[in-house]
């Protein structure tokens, strides 16, 4: 199964996978309304304060721009729009590891309710700092090789995303 989860990972869009994630983790931490329980397109909506979203991404680069984009545009597709009900704080680190550091710190500190960190370095600097806020990775090619997460079978911690890694078998 988790195998089989690695190649979706692998195939699917970093927006899509990680709108997925997303309405996933909204729809846990979703506290239900009296009268009726709220469906997963309906769950984000249903809270009284907009959801925070962080974003920390390695430096400016169309290829990661494009993932920031394709995120934040399939989350508008789906009803979740910046400034009516989630709120998305995106950082650039301009390649800087230490700004990387400091925009890990502040999101954190902002009580995001997931971050998106686009790069394997700016994964990095957040998933050392948080083991409760959701971290959805993009643009990282080896999490296990990264120190992201112990195993691809068994993760044990609070990330999860897509990986850029080729399919280095199927091209040999």
Known sequence: MKKKALRILKTVGSGVLALMLALAFFGCVTAAPKEETPTDETALASTDAPKKIGIIQLTEHPALSAAREGFVQALADNGYIDG??????????????????????????????????????????????????????????????????????????????????NPVEQQI
Request: glycine share 10%; proline share 4%.
């Open 84 to 165: 009516e009900n989630i709120t998305i704080n995106s950082q650039i680190g301009s390649g800087d590891v230490s700004a990387l550091t400091t925009i890990a710190d502040q999101l954190i500190g902002d009580d995001s309710d997931l971050i998106l960190a686009i790069a394997t370095p700016a994964a990095q600097a957040v998933v050392g700092k948080t083991q409760t806020i959701p971290v959805l990775g993009t643009a990282i090619t080896d999490y296990v090789v990264a120190g992201l997460i112990e195993s691809n079978e068994a993760p044990g911690r609070n990330v999860s995303g897509t990986t850029d890694m």
